[in-house]
């Protein structure tokens, strides 16, 4: 998509006129040099929404650009293999390896995923024994896969460092402090694969309503399909994709070692085009697993803790899912109520307004 100066207002999507979110945009330059009303607006960004446009145009982030394109390329040719090749190790550990599509539960009521999910831990690779498929395991492509995960490292690592500036952090604790290389972590590249499906006639539609675990997620698309839910906002709507940047937003690890004062992003994932395949890259920067911070349910838990029960919420069936806590799969975001002015065909009456605070994973409608 072109550079998107005049971008739509809304776009339609299941019968229903769907918002646009604006974003801010932060420039990654002028982030590097701390330049003080970039760094103002950085925190503001994360207080206010959580999320914002990187703008990686310039000459130190360029590069980033072109190891998306690289990684793009290994992406179309990993996911078009076998199974049983894709599936060589199976899902490792929960931040490493492969999950095919319909692991878990879907983005509308009564489906499953759409999307398949390859998974590389920056540990592995930067101990040199990466746990990667055969068919991307040449050493081109480890560079690929390395470039990628050590550019979204040090741009996400540079917001950190901003971030704490902005706030006046110094010392031990800065935010970097808790983000050290060389302690385990579960900071990971994830790649995705969006199959084309049809809200209407498919089972496997897009990704379920979350907030993110990690501290920060810089994400890579070029095509429609994500949508935010902004604090206060009354319905999710549409990011348009943005030439030269990328998508961060602020995870629930961060949320918390801010004091809760950062917007932990509610998103979701959905097929506007159900033609389409979608192909998405997230690198999610975690705390290392011994952080401590108080979760949304007031307990001073490890990272590493956080990180697996949510995790294991994530994939549990519905139902199941209903018990966990009801701020853990959104990181104790707060949803206003739905208002959907306009139910789609399909819908039963019961959708047009729905209690935002249900214990459900997915929208109903
Ligand atoms: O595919 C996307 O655009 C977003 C994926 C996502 O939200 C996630 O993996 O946590
Ligand atoms: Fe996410």
């Not at 990187?54 to 980033?64: H, S, V």
């Not at 055969?134 to 995960?149: F, G, H, Q, T, Y």
Request: one cysteine or more; a negative charge; proline letters at 6%.
């Amino acid at each position: 998509m072109a550079i998107s100066t005049e971008l739509p207002q809304t776009v339609n999507w299941q019968g229903k006129k769907v918002p646009v979110y604006p974003m801010q945009t932060i420039d990654f330059s002028r982030l590097l040099s701390h330049e003080p009303a970039e760094v103002e607006k950085l925190v503001r960004c994360c207080q206010t929404e959580g999320y914002f446009y990187l703008d990686l145009q310039g000459i130190d982030g360029r590069r980033m650009l072109d190891d998306q394109q690289e990684t793009l390329r290994l992406m179309h040719r990993f996911f078009g293999s076998p199974l049983e090749v894709k599936n060589e190790y199976g899902l490792i550990s929960p931040h490493l390896g492969y999950e095919p599509v319909g692991s878990r539960t879907g983005v509308l009521e009564d489906t499953k995923d759409g999307y398949e999910m390859i998974k590389v831990s920056r540990d592995e690779i930067q101990r040199d024994s990466p746990h990667i498929p055969r068919n991307i395991k040449n050493s081109p492509d480890i560079k690929v896969l390395e470039n990628a995960i050590a550019g979204s490292n040090i741009i996400t690592k540079a917001i950190l460092s901003a971030l704490s500036t902005g706030l006046g952090l110094t010392g031990a604790a800065r935010f970097e402090n808790s983000h050290r290389n060389h302690r385990p972590s579960t900071s990971t590249l994830a790649m995705m694969h969006y199959i084309p499906s049809d809200p209407v006639s498919d089972k496997n539609i897009g990704h379920q309503k979350h907030t993110d675990i990690s501290s920060l997620t810089l994400l890579f698309s070029e095509q429609w399909g994500l949508q935010i839910r902004p604090p206060g906002a009354r319905e999710f709507g549409f990011v348009a994709p943005k030439d030269g940047t990328a998508i961060v937003n602020v995870g629930d690890s961060l949320r918390f070692a801010s004091g809760h004062t950062m917007q932990s992003c509610i998103h979701r994932v959905v097929p506007l085009d159900p033609t389409e395949h979608r192909y998405s890259i997230a690198y999610f920067l975690r705390a290392e697993d011994d952080t401590m911070f108080t979760d949304s349910e007031g307990r001073y838990i490890t990272a590493g803790q956080w990180h697996d029960e949510k995790f294991f919420a994530f994939i549990a069936a519905p139902e199941v899912q209903a018990q966990a806590p009801s701020s853990m799969l959104l990181g104790g975001m707060k949803e206003e109520e739905t208002i959907v002015t306009e139910a789609p065909k399909e819908a039963p009456s019961s959708a047009v307004a729905v209690d935002g605070m249900k214990k459900t994973a997915v929208d109903v409608y």
